[in-house]
């Protein structure tokens, strides 16, 4: 799993306990898996579609840095599935899981459309391939 993001935790990400607010904590996640799914599908026009149970295991306080990992576990005919982890940056504690996020590609016509993808490709290797072919 790629921890690309990282988020340093700030008092408005707080709940009244002191330890970081669960609903900051699932925005940044669904916004990385989004991005996630996005340069995947080469598509932007994505929604989310599921969220399996969420599993805070720890909790993140003031100060501390965390960071997102997002993996691609299955591609479906307009879908891609994905598992997520969020770590403490320094201990690499875990703070949370979850084991299904679901993004769905949609057309104009805001219906669901193929996507075409059946494997995780990165960016670095679908420029390389668009230079060779500018040669």
Known sequence: M????RKWI?????????????????????????IYAIVQLDHRHIVTKYM???????SARQGDIIELGIA??????TSLTMRCEVRN????????????????SMGEDGRPRP??????????????????DAE
Not at 29 to 34: N, V
Not at 72 to 77: K, N
Not at 99 to 104: A, E, G, L, N, Y
Request: no cysteine; aromatic share 10%; charged share 30%.
């Open 89 to 104: 940056k320094i201990t690499r504690r875990s703070i949370l899981r979850i084991d299904k996020i679901v993004f769905v």
């Open 115 to 132: 996507h075409g993808k059946t494997e995780v490709t990165y960016i670095k290797d679908r420029f390389a391939d668009g230079a060779e």
């Open 10 to 34: 700030k008092p408005e990400d707080l709940n009244p306990n002191g330890t970081l607010f669960g609903g900051s904590l699932l925005r940044w996640i669904d916004e990385e898996a989004a």
């Open 72 to 77: 691609a576990t299955r591609f479906g005919t």
């Open 2 to 5: 790629n921890f690309h993001t």
């Open 52 to 58: 399996s149970e969420i599993n805070f295991v720890s």
